[in-house]
Structures are given as structure tokens and as C-alpha cells.
């Protein structure tokens, strides 16, 4: 089977208390698999990974006032989704909002309506909890963001 490749942008969006925030995912093509991702997707020809970073979150949680810092963030993962294999190189852009309360779009988009839930998580409940989150090591990254401030240079995940 040929493997996708693409880019992608990831948004490491804090709140004012240092939670990040994730969405809850599954794939209908392996039930009962689920896991917790930050904001982000796929950036479309012409876009700029900003541009995409922006119009996912506006499509994702209809957020669209934020306060974007850098990128802080990179990589290469490998990933089955609904039965096709993906190469995704992806960044991951710091973004904090003052707003405590969101909630998933209603969209049309085949890609959302496989986002469960959304939730507000802090460092310890990333570090303790039994559910799969992704990208590993997102919970050492947010904690550095929050400590020491944006690394530079951005850090390989």
C-alpha cells in the first residue's frame, strides 16, 4: 500500500490557568481506538503552515481570536487513518487564548465529524492519564513552555 505524504500544522493553544488544549479522536476504520490531538490538519496547497494553523482552528472549535506565538515544535510521524497509511511532517505553533470555554464546530467535513469531544488539560492529568495522547512528549513540551518559555530552537517530537 503507497504511503501519503503531507505537512501539517499542529497548535499548541494554552489557557490563561496552562492547560492545553486537545481534541478527542477515533477512526472508524479501527473500532474502539481513540486518542487526544492537538488543534491542527493538513496544509493545503498555497497555504502557509499560519494560514492552516488559523483556518483549523476556526473550522475545529470556530476560534479565531488567539494570541499566536512560535513555532515551538517538530516532526515526522507515521499513522494509519481510515485505512490509509500517512507520512505527515508537521510543526507545532504555540497560540494562548484568554477564552476557557470552546467546543467543537458542528461541520460537514468528513474529518470532524470523528473529533468526540474537546477538553482543557494540565501537565500532571497529560503525565497520569491512561488515555492515548499525541504527539508523545506533549506533556515535557507544554511544561517547558510554560517554565522556561518557547524553546529555541523548536524541539524534534
Do not use: K, N
Given at each position: 500500500?503507497a504511503v501519503?505524504?503531507?505537512?501539517?500544522?499542529?497548535?499548541?493553544l494554552?489557557d490563561?490557568?496552562?492547560r492545553?488544549?486537545?481534541l478527542?479522536?477515533?477512526?472508524?476504520?479501527?473500532?474502539?481506538?481513540?486518542w487526544?490531538?492537538t488543534p491542527?490538519?493538513g496544509?493545503?496547497?498555497g497555504?502557509s503552515?499560519?494560514?492552516?494553523?488559523?483556518?483549523?482552528?476556526?473550522?475545529e472549535?470556530g476560534l479565531?481570536e488567539?494570541?499566536w506565538?512560535?513555532?515551538?515544535a517538530?516532526?515526522?510521524?507515521?499513522?494509519?487513518?481510515?485505512?490509509r497509511?500517512y507520512?505527515?511532517e508537521?510543526?507545532?505553533?504555540?497560540?494562548?487564548?484568554?477564552?476557557g470555554?470552546?467546543?467543537?464546530?458542528?461541520?460537514?467535513?468528513?474529518?470532524?465529524?470523528?473529533?468526540?469531544?474537546?477538553?482543557?488539560w494540565t501537565?500532571?492529568?497529560?503525565?497520569?492519564?491512561?488515555?492515548?495522547?499525541?504527539?508523545?512528549g506533549?506533556?515535557?513540551l507544554?511544561e517547558?513552555?510554560?517554565t522556561?518559555?518557547?524553546p529555541?530552537p523548536?524541539?524534534?517530537?
Amino acid at each position: 500500500m503507497a504511503v501519503e505524504r503531507r505537512r501539517a500544522v499542529r497548535v499548541l493553544l494554552l489557557d490563561p490557568d496552562g492547560r492545553v488544549l486537545l481534541l478527542h479522536g477515533t477512526d472508524p476504520a479501527a473500532p474502539g481506538a481513540d486518542w487526544w490531538i492537538t488543534p491542527g490538519g493538513g496544509i493545503e496547497p498555497g497555504e502557509s503552515p499560519a494560514e492552516a494553523a488559523r483556518r483549523e482552528l476556526g473550522e475545529e472549535i470556530g476560534l479565531t481570536e488567539v494570541e499566536w506565538g512560535p513555532l515551538v515544535a517538530y516532526g515526522m510521524v507515521r499513522f494509519s487513518f481510515r485505512g490509509r497509511d500517512y507520512e505527515q511532517e508537521q510543526s507545532f505553533h504555540l497560540a494562548r487564548t484568554g477564552r476557557g470555554e470552546v467546543s467543537l464546530r458542528q461541520s460537514g467535513a468528513e474529518e470532524h465529524a470523528l473529533l468526540l469531544a474537546v477538553r482543557w488539560w494540565t501537565v500532571g492529568e497529560l503525565r497520569t492519564t491512561g488515555d492515548t495522547v499525541y504527539p508523545l512528549g506533549l506533556a515535557a513540551l507544554v511544561e517547558r513552555v510554560l517554565t522556561e518559555g518557547p524553546p529555541e530552537p523548536p524541539v524534534r517530537l
